[in-house]
Nanobody, 122 residues
Framework: VQLQASGGGLVQAGGSLRLSCAAS????????LGWFRQAPGKEREFVVV????????IYADSVKGRFTISRDNAKKMVYLQMSSLKPEDTAVYYC????????????????WGQGTQVTVSS
């Protein structure tokens, strides 16, 4: 499956952004979809994952209550609504697909999008 993330940009602290990830190729509903992020000089970190049919989600503590993941299997899309953004949310955000249930480890993901930059100014 091929993934392409979009929707990043520059936003002030407290603002909102919605990231999108478009998929093509194999059966989209076979995959759990996750979002990861990587800030400059830091390792890639898990943000959130949604199960193949959207029934289960897991959020990192750092984004819980501020970010919401959703997916539309008919459109082969996954979304990340980000609200109450903080400067520490600044990173390149990646969407990824995994055949595992709702994985949090990046090593379990088989397919990755190219990333989209999110910058939150203070």
């Amino acid at each position: 499956v091929q993934l392409q993330a979009s929707g990043g940009g520059l936003v002030q602290a407290g603002g909102s952004l919605r990231l999108s990830c478009a998929a093509s190729g194999r059966t989209f509903s076979n995959y759990a979809l996750g979002w990861f992020r990587q800030a400059p000089g830091k390792e890639r970190e898990f943000v959130v994952v949604i199960s193949s049919f959207g029934g289960s989600t897991i959020y990192a503590d750092s984004v819980k209550g501020r970010f919401t993941i959703s997916r539309d299997n008919a459109k082969k899309m996954v979304y990340l609504q980000m609200s109450s953004l903080k400067p520490e949310d600044t990173a390149v955000y990646y969407c990824a697909a995994s055949e595992s249930s709702i994985p949090r480890g990046s090593h379990v993901y088989d397919y990755w999008g190219q990333g989209t930059q999110v910058t939150v100014s203070s």
